[in-house]
């Protein structure tokens, strides 16, 4: 008794970088790393490297599991990435920090445990949901209702603490959604959320766009600590192994359409298998709008006095935001601000008043609890990047129609059209690489068809030898020495030719066979046009070779 949905499409466009993962990482085993570009290769590719190259692979697989195999597989690859990429099944731009540390740490070992054992870089990305048909990145629905229930949540609570019966209760968090939405686990059909559906967002940007592109997370406090004088990093990076992720790119223009559906059941409204709370799409934008932007404007605010901020991101997104028309469709709850996927932060995942963070100490400390995080994670494009970093998760969501957007599309316009810059260089390479492929391919199943020529003729010759006598074979070794010769257009009178046909030539006057001997004489009277014979011997070997022609 749901009642027939209404629904509005969304228009998404990502202001950050936004990682909604699948568990799914990029390993050095199924991709290789050039000219800032991730080429993504399946099993299939494999087949088009030599098979000297396979049985050497062939060969690494069948040693011992061990962190040195890790390291030849990683190698392997990268020393064979021209054969690999004009048969990419993917790419995905990488930043300059990633390409430089892929080319430094590929087939290496990253660091050394106190122990003694090497912790190997196994160069993972973590991978963002994508649709399979095309490889481009995708908002997964369940993820955007998510953030949606969360601040419908938030709408709910006012700003509440936590009631004191929950507070040390395992379960607090459900506990505390059942008594704002009205439910319970046994009544699950009176979530309002179960009235709510959302697709997942789809790429339906330019093709000339990259959908997404890999990113370093790093971690930043939000105070400096100091010691001795030196800033103390954060526990997360005390680590030397980068966190790599794959993203939705940031400031792609309604590069991505979802939609929102409202299941409509004001015709049954005392039923009581329906839930008591209803939302309509304007409280869902209002709600979202509500508890996103504060947290928006605040954490930009203490990320540019910390001097970490893109500033030039910093002031695209903030131009996008004080249009006017985009203010004028925030006002009305047709667009809203949306925090999704990992390292959205603590303060966009829990409630304001109930929030209560779990915050890591040093070794061997217990965790404390706050109400908020000390730290940021932050998008960089190199590791050790302190400034031109991004917050993540930032979407901006149009709900119906998209109007026309001039100032949207003028300040994305440089960036897309370096975006697709970068594409057709890419893909050019990968192009040039193919056709020196085939050029290669092309050679090779020349050689073979050559060499499997020569085979059958060789073949072919060994069994008319086998059916000759012994004074045919004896006629057909000398006409092979006067072929290779004349292909070589090679004349010397004391070569082989010349030591053979003499010797013919003596033999086949001891000959019966009257067709053999006149065989023989026709084949050295043309091996004489070709090496004529000494002065000193050529009349000797007239009169015999008219002897040999006597019956």
Request: hydrophobic residues 40%; aromatic residues 6%.
């Amino acid at each position: 008794m749901s009642g027939l949905p209404r629904t509005r499409t969304l228009w998404i466009t990502p202001l950050s970088p936004v990682h909604m993962g699948t568990g799914e990482d990029y390993v050095p085993t199924n991709y290789v790393i050039e000219d800032e570009a991730l080429f993504e290769f399946d099993v299939e590719a494999l087949t088009n490297l030599p098979e000297a190259d396979r049985r050497a692979l062939d060969r690494i697989l069948n040693g011992k599991p061990e962190t040195r195999m890790i390291r030849q597989v990683q190698a392997f690859f990268h020393e064979r990435r021209e054969r690999l990429i004009p048969h990419a099944v993917n790419l995905v731009r990488t930043c300059r920090g990633v390409a430089a540390l892929y080319r430094a740490r590929v087939g290496k070992a990253a660091n050394v445990e106190a122990s003694g054992k090497e912790a190997i870089n196994q160069l993972a990305i973590e991978r963002a949901a994508y649709n399979p048909g095309d490889r481009r990145l995708l908002l997964p629905g369940s993820g955007l209702k998510g953030a949606i229930r969360t601040a419908l949540l938030d709408q709910i609570n006012q700003g509440r603490p936590l009631p004191p019966d929950l507070k040390g209760d395992r379960r607090a968090n459900q506990k505390l959604q059942e008594r704002l939405f009205g439910y319970s686990m046994r009544e699950l059909h009176k979530d309002p959320m179960r009235l709510v559906q959302v697709s997942d967002a789809r790429w339906c940007g330019p093709e000339s766009l990259n959908s997404a592109e890999i990113l370093f997370a790093v971690n930043r406090k939000k105070q400096p600590v100091t010691r001795n004088g030196k800033e103390v990093r954060s526990q997360a990076k005390q680590g030397n192994l980068p966190l790599l992720l794959e993203c939705a790119a940031p400031l792609r223009l309604r590069a991505f359409r979802s939609s929102l559906a409202v299941s409509d059941v004001h015709a049954a409204d005392d039923h009581p298998a329906l839930p008591k709370l209803r939302f309509d799409f304007e409280a869902i934008a209002a709600a979202c709008n509500a508890f996103y932007r504060p947290i928006f404007d605040r954490e930009l605010e203490r990320l540019q006095a910390r001097s970490f901020l893109d500033a030039s991101w910093h002031q695209t997104v903030q131009t996008l935001l004080d249009d006017p028309g985009l203010q004028k469709r925030l006002e009305e709850n047709c667009a809203f601000l949306l925090r999704v996927g990992r390292h959205s932060g603590a303060e966009s995942v829990t409630l304001n008043g109930v929030r209560n963070i779990k915050i890591m100490q040093g070794k061997g400390q217990p965790p404390a609890r706050e109400p908020e995080a000390r730290t940021w994670w932050l998008a960089a494009r190199e590791k050790d990047d302190r400034h031109g970093l991004m917050p993540f998760g930032w979407l901006l969501v149009e709900m119906g129609q998209a109007p026309d957007w001039p100032t949207a599309e003028s300040l994305t316009e440089a960036i897309h059209r370096e975006q697709a810059a970068w594409l057709e260089k890419v893909l050019d390479r990968r192009r040039r690489l193919a056709g020196q492929l085939e050029a290669i391919r092309q050679k090779e199943q020349e050689r073979a068809r050559a060499e499997a020529e020569r085979r059958r003729r060789e073949e072919e010759q060994a069994r008319r030898l086998a059916a000759m006598s012994e004074e045919e074979r004896r006629i057909e070794a000398v006409r092979a020495l006067l072929e290779r010769d004349r292909q070589a257009n090679c004349k010397e009178p004391g070569g082989e030719l010349n030591e053979q046909r003499l010797k013919l030539l003596e033999a086949a006057l001891q000959w019966e066979d009257a067709e053999l001997r006149r065989q023989a004489a026709d084949l050295l009277e043309e091996t004489a046009r070709f090496l004529p014979w000494a002065k000193k011997r050529k009349k000797a070997i007239r009169e015999k070779l008219s002897a040999l022609r006597q019956a």
